[in-house]
């Protein structure tokens, strides 16, 4: 058994300073002596796959990262596993717990199928993988080695926590409630029955950036028509790892306060993980501004209806923290909101008419090509 302190320190000298994760009692010693300790990042995300977004975003950003969860959500993560960190080239240090080990401790029948397959699934995935070190002594050539395959590789590492690998440490801080204020939309809105296009929405944005401004777009026709209408080093376009966009404009907003972070979502996009914001609620960087292009379909992947045009999303955006939400019926209003600076996390919520552009061509540029240039041109405009 070790101390919490002993491997999260080292991993210190490693450069690795956020945590993000879903608590497990296998991790909670980690956990709280995160939480407890200055210099140290930790945030909480509503589901697996989100924490390995924000991790993600935060690697793009410089600053290296650990995810952490119960084997029980392993499968929530192998989508962006597979089709963010594997495909961009994004290491992050991945820390499993193994709940029905295989001749362990007695455990919840849950448990039992998952025990069996954790480690096949870092396998099948193709993520090098260890126990996790129970012994001082393992914690240094541990470390050595995981952060030798991500710097050589760029690629995740995995390890694998039995129980009682680490000793209790009791929190000390006690997390502050931030408060709501949703009473800033409370009444429906009437938007236009004239909308704007997707690709007007996009325009008006792209024309609009700020100096130093980072783009992240969704998966699908968002980030296609961006690259279509005009391909900059400064912005990136998700492929696979539906849903993830917000999480991953968290991560990367925490790892450069100084530079505002835009995040193009879809409706659908949203709905999928709409835990997120609630995570992105309560974090409030100030410097990201959340762009809803709400068309009520899922248009690139055979156009047939989302639930949207019975739900609110920005009364959900208000309700889950957001200090300041938008609703912007036009793509003059959203050049506006874009060209003014941000002073606080905002959510714009856009309905756009569905439709794209013939013939829209997909990217050549490659996805680790993309990120390469973007971590590049961050570099030259701090």
Known sequence: ??????????????GFSLYTGVPCSYLK?????????????????TN?????????????????SVVMFQNSGFGNTVNPLTSLNMI?????LVITTLRGEPGGPKDEPQHAL?????????????????YFPTEESE????????????????????????????????????????PVDAAQLTTSFPWPSERPSRTEVLLAMQRSLRKGDVVVAT???????????????????????????????????????????????????????LG??????????????????????????GGQSTVSHSVDLGLVAAASGYPKVLRVPTSEGVAALVAAETAELTFAHVKTRPGSPEDLPRPTVTPTQVKDRLTAWMKENP
Not at 88 to 92: A, G, H, Q, R
Not at 225 to 235: F, G, H, R
Not at 258 to 268: M, P
């Open 139 to 178: 914690i240094a050539p541990v470390l050595e080695r995981a952060t030798r395959h991500m710097n050589e590789t760029r690629q995740p590492y995995g390890l694998v926590m039995k129980k009682d690998s680490v000793a209790p440490h009791k929190l000390k801080a006690k997390a502050e409630p931030r």
């Open 48 to 64: 697996e796959g989100d924490a390995v977004a924000i991790a993600s975003g935060a690697a793009l950003g410089g600053k290296r």
């Open 1 to 14: 058994m070790i101390t919490a302190e002993s491997f999260i320190q080292a991993a210190k000298g490693h």
């Open 88 to 92: 961009f080239d994004i290491p992050c």
């Open 276 to 301: 997120a914001l609630a995570t992105l609620g309560f974090e409030r960087p100030k410097n990201l501004l959340h762009l809803l292009l709400d068309n009520e379909l899922h248009e690139s992947t």
């Open 29 to 45: 010693p980690f956990i709280n002596y995160v939480i407890d300790t200055d210099g140290l990042e930790y945030v909480g995300a």
């Open 219 to 273: 998966t699908g026709h968002t980030g296609r028509e961006l690259y279509a209408l005009e391909d900059k080093p400064n912005q990136l376009y998700m492929v696979g790892s539906m849903g993830c966009a917000g999480s991953f404009g968290l991560g990367l907003a925490l790892a450069q306060p100084s530079r505002r972070v835009l995040v193009l979502d879809g409706d659908g996009a949203a709905l999928m993980r």
């Open 114 to 130: 998952m025990g069996q397959i954790t480690t096949g699934l870092f396998e099948l995935m193709r993520i090098p993988w260890e």
